[in-house]
């Protein structure tokens, strides 16, 4: 089981960048999946998540609002859509396979992170 993450870069304030979370050896219909993010001199947080039982999405406060979780079975792949981007949302943001509301720890098959900077 692998995911990948990408789509990640530099952007100004206000901007937006799309990010992506392709699955391999496994159908990402089957799991929720999760995106989290890890700021400098942060813990790791979980930022959004998506149910595979009935498609809920889940959003941390911070993001509610400017980013949209989606997926597509037939790419496999999980989307994150970032808008409105602010200085706060510079991270490194990972994507995760397990249960929403689940505690981090319990998230198994993370990707290797994809950069975003949010810089003027």
């Known amino acids: 089981l692998r995911v990948v993450e990408s789509g990640g870069g530099s952007v100004q304030p206000g901007g937006s960048l799309r990010l992506s979370c392709a699955a391999s050896g496994f159908s990402l219909d089957h799991y929720s999946i999760a995106w989290f993010r890890r700021a400098p001199g942060k813990e790791r947080e979980g930022v959004s998540c998506i149910d595979t039982s009935d498609g809920s999405k889940y959003y941390a406060d911070s993001v509610k609002g400017r980013f949209t979780i989606s997926r597509d079975n037939a790419k496999n792949t999980v989307y994150l859509q970032m808008n409105s981007l602010i200085p706060e949302d510079t991270a490194t943001y990972y994507c995760?396979?397990?249960?929403?509301?689940?505690?981090?720890?319990?998230?198994?098959?993370w990707g290797q992170g994809t950069q975003v900077t949010v810089s003027s």
């Open positions: 995760a396979v397990g249960r929403c509301g689940s505690p981090e720890s319990q998230f198994g098959t």
